[in-house]
């Protein structure tokens, strides 16, 4: 099992930008495709943007352009840079596996993009 401990998370303005951090305690992190998830308010969970092993990386179209991950395999590590940020961003993010049935949810950090 794989445990995340995820952060950045703040109350921020619309237009701003934060940078998540995902730290994920497994000794084999670099073989797995890691995932950005989110979850707002009376809504199920989505994929907001996953980067494989190779470093490829796929976004939904409601961040494309404006999210960027990334990932560090010296340090366990999965990024979320998000700039641009609107109020329908908001919601609690989390970090998993991507592309085969996920581990168990980590607490995720909250994002609030409010004037």
């Known amino acids: 099992q794989v445990q995340f401990v995820e952060s950045g998370g703040a109350l921020v303005q619309p237009g701003g930008s934060l940078r998540l951090t995902c730290a994920a305690s497994t000794s084999i992190f670099n073989t797995y495709h890691w995932g950005w998830y989110r979850q707002a308010p009376g809504k199920q969970r989505e994929l907001v943007a996953a980067?494989?092993?190779?470093?490829?990386?796929t976004y939904a179209d409601s961040v494309k352009d404006r999210f960027t991950i990334s990932r560090d395999n010296a340090k366990n590590t999965v990024y979320l840079q998000m700039n641009s940020l609107k109020p329908e961003d908001t919601a609690v993010y989390y970090c998993n596996i991507y592309g085969r049935r996920t581990f168990s949810w980590g607490q995720g950090t909250q994002v609030t993009v409010s004037s």
């Open positions: 980067v494989v092993s190779t470093g490829k990386t």
